[in-house]
C-alpha cells in the first residue's frame, strides 16, 4: 500500500494513533484481506469517509466484493429517529400509515458488499439493540415483518462515529472486532504537507482538468504552508480542503499558485461568513481583527436571506479591501488582481 496516494487523496501516513506508517500499511492490508467488522472513530472531517472507500475499492481489486451490493453509506445523523429502523431494514407494505409498498432497507442493498453506518451514535437506542442482533446473527427482517421473514446479510459491515461513550455498549464491542482511532489533522504535522498537495490536486482536477494536464496547483511559498499547518482546524481535513477551494478562486491563473494572503483572507472569509449568517464559525482567524474582517461581517449580513455566488464572494473582498488600503490599485495589488478586474470585482455588487 502506498502511504501517499494523491489521485485518492487519502494520505495514511501520520494517520492513525498508535500505528506507524508500516504498522497500518500492514494491518490496512490484513483487514481489506479478512473483512472483519471495524469502528472507526475520529472527529468529523478526519478522512473517515474516505478511508472506507479506499478500504472497498480496494477489496473489489482484489475480488474479495465483486457481487451487486457495491458501497452503501448511511449517516445515521441524517436520518429522522422515526425512520431509522425502516431505513436501514426496509419495511413491508402496509408496516406503518405511509408504507404503501414494500421497500429495502441500507442492509438489503448491500449484500454482498460494504455497508457503512457513518455517526452510528445517532441511531436510536431501540435501533442499536436491533443492529445488535442483525450485525452479529449476520440476518434481519424488514420492519413490519415476522421473526419467520428472516433475511441473510452477507456484506461487510464498517461503523464510524466522533462519539464511541454513545454507543450502546454491546454494539460498540460487536462492532469492534477492529477500532480504528484517526488522528485530528493538527496532530498530523509530519504528514501536513502531503495532505495539502492532495487536496490541491483534487480540486485543479475538478476546476482544471484540460488546462493543468496533469499537474496541480500549489502553494507559492513555505510560507502559506506553515501558516496553514499553524492553524487549529476543529473541522479536520474537511475544513482545510473548504479553505483551499475558496482561496484557489482567488487566483487568476493555476500555473501562478496560491499565494499565504489569498490563504489567509479564504480562512477570514469563511470564519466571517458562517459568523454573518448566523453560525459560529469552526474555527475563527487567529490573526488580529481588521477593518477587512469588518467589513466582510457587514456585507455577509447584507445578504444573510440570499446567499452569494462565488463571483459575489469575491465581490465582497475587493469592496473589503478597500476599507483597509488607501486607494484601489493598492487594494488591487493585495488581492492579486489588476485594476480592471478589480473595478469588475466591484460591479458584481453595484460599486
Known amino acids: ?21 508500516a504498522q497500518l500499511g500492514l494491518l490496512l492490508d490484513r483487514i481489506i484481506s479478512s473483512q472483519p467488522r471495524l469502528l472507526i472513530v475520529g472527529e468529523t472531517g478526519t478522512g473517515k469517509s474516505s478511508l472506507v472507500r479506499y478500504l472497498y475499492e480496494k477489496a473489489v481489486e482484489r475480488g474479495k466484493i465483486g457481487k451487486p451490493g457495491g458501497l452503501v453509506v448511511m449517516n445515521m445523523a441524517a436520518v429522522p429517529t422515526e425512520l431509522a429502523e425502516s431505513t436501514l431494514f426496509g419495511h413491508a407494505q402496509g408496516a406503518f400509515t405511509s408504507a404503501h409498498a414494500e421497500r429495502k432497507g441500507a442492509f438489503e442493498e448491500a449484500r ?51 462519539q464511541p461513550a454513545k454507543i450502546e455498549p454491546e454494539l460498540r464491542y460487536r462492532l469492534g472486532d477492529f477500532i480504528l482511532a484517526l488522528k485530528a489533522l493538527r496532530r498530523r504535522k509530519r ?10 490536486h483534487r480540486i485543479t482536477e475538478e476546476r482544471w482538468p484540460a488546462r493543468m494536464k496533469g499537474k496541480s496547483i500549489a502553494l507559492e511559498s513555505k510560507a502559506g504552508l506553515e501558516w496553514l499547518a499553524s492553524q487549529y482546524w476543529p473541522g479536520n481535513i474537511r475544513e482545510l480542503e473548504s479553505v483551499l477551494r475558496t482561496a484557489s478562486f482567488f487566483v487568476a491563473k493555476p500555473t501562478a499558485g496560491i499565494s499565504l494572503s489569498q490563504l489567509q483572507a479564504a ?24 477593518d477587512l474582517d469588518e467589513g466582510l461581517s457587514e456585507l455577509l449580513a447584507e445578504r444573510r436571506d440570499n446567499p452569494p455566488t ?35 470585482l466591484l460591479g458584481y455588487i453595484g460599486e
Not at 132 to 146: H, K, N, Q
Not at 267 to 290: C, E, K, V
Open 1 to 21: 500500500m502506498t502511504e501517499d496516494t494523491i489521485k485518492s487523496t487519502i494520505v495514511f501516513a501520520d494517520m492513525v494513533e498508535s500505528l506507524s506508517n
Open 112 to 162: 454482498g458488499g460494504v455497508l457503512f453506518l457513518d455517526e452510528i451514535h445517532h441511531a436510536p437506542p431501540t435501533v442499536q439493540r436491533k443492529l445488535l442482533l442483525a450485525i452479529g446473527d449476520r440476518e434481519f427482517s424488514r420492519l413490519g415483518e415476522s421473526d419467520k421473514q428472516k433475511r441473510k446479510f452477507d456484506g461487510w459491515v464498517i461503523a464510524g462515529t466522533t
Open 191 to 200: 504528514a501536513f504537507g502531503r495532505i495539502v498537495r492532495a487536496l490541491l
Open 267 to 290: 480562512y477570514r472569509l469563511r470564519a466571517l461568513s458562517f459568523t454573518a449568517m448566523g453560525h459560529p464559525a469552526d474555527s475563527p482567524p487567529t490573526t488580529r481583527p481588521t
Open 310 to 344: 462565488l463571483a459575489v464572494w469575491k465581490a465582497y473582498l475587493a469592496r473589503a479591501y478597500l476599507k483597509e488600503f488607501p486607494s484601489k490599485a493598492a487594494a488591487a495589488r493585495a488581492l492579486e488582481v489588476d485594476t480592471k478586474t478589480f473595478n469588475k
